[in-house]
């Protein structure tokens, strides 16, 4: 079975600054999706950023963008620039045959 | 236009009552999922349905049932409500399931509490 670990319940970021959140998951498969939701406080849930398993190439999205490890099943997010429309529940998501299993989420607050 | 919507938002009911929870997208997506998220922020998925057909059910109490009139809805029932099942229920939808799972368009929720 799939399971999803981020192991940073909460974080904090002066804005403007950079911040990662680390995630990782285990799994037996090969092709496989991999997801940034961000959950503001509206409790919308947002695709942030999208990777697919079998590119190598670091997936990227304006200020956000991934360090994708397959090896070491790592997968974690950047923000650069952080800003104050920033702060959310940040969701990591494991996609597998129409299947997406979430970790249980990191808190992020970005500061002025 | 909202691409995936669920009604009512917010739910407040009694413990034994019956309740139902509608979604529609308007994407024209093949399949549709709801997950449940808990008091600690924890999502997890219950069913999905592709082609009107159940693909998915995790071991969900059967007091909870998705019922899919056409490809665009999928309404969750819930009968005898317990305060347990006091939580966020999304609705999503994607394009087909494929054979990794693709992005899926999440709707804005509905916060359900039984008192």
């Known amino acids: 079975a799939q399971t999803v670990t981020q192991s940073q319940p909460e974080m904090s970021v002066q804005e403007a600054e950079t911040v990662t959140l680390s995630c990782t998951y285990d799994t037996s498969e090969n092709n496989y999706y991999l997801f940034w939701y961000k959950q503001p406080p509206s409790r919308q849930m947002i695709l942030v950023i999208r990777?697919?398993?079998?590119?190598?190439q670091n997936a990227t999205e304006n200020r956000f963008s991934v360090n994708f490890q397959k090896a070491a099943k790592s997968f974690s997010l950047k923000i650069s620039d952080s800003q104050l429309g920033d702060t959310a529940m940040y969701f990591c998501?494991?996609?597998?045959?129409?299947?997406?299993?979430f970790g249980k989420g990191t808190k992020l607050s970005v500061k002025p | 236009d909202t691409a995936v919507s669920q009604t009512p938002k917010y739910l407040v009911t009694q413990m034994g009552n019956d309740k139902s929870i509608k979604c529609e997208q308007n994407?024209?997506?093949?399949?549709m999922y709801w997950y449940k998220q808990d008091s600690k922020k924890f999502l997890k998925i219950m069913f999905s349905?592709?082609?009107?057909?159940?693909?998915i059910n995790e071991t969900v109490p059967n007091r909870f049932s998705p019922k899919s009139p056409d490809k665009a809805h999928l309404n969750l029932h819930i009968n005898s409500l317990e305060l347990g099942d006091s939580a966020v229920y999304f609705c999503?939808?994607?394009?087909?399931?494929?054979?990794?799972?693709?992005?899926?368009?999440f709707g804005p929720g509905t916060r359900l509490t039984v008192l």
């Open positions: 994407l024209g997506h093949d399949t």
């Open positions: 999503a939808s994607s394009q087909d399931l494929g054979l990794a799972g693709g992005r899926q368009f």
């Open positions: 998501a494991f996609g597998y045959q129409g299947n997406l299993i």
């Open positions: 349905y592709n082609n009107k057909e159940l693909i």
């Open positions: 990777q697919e398993a079998y590119k190598q």
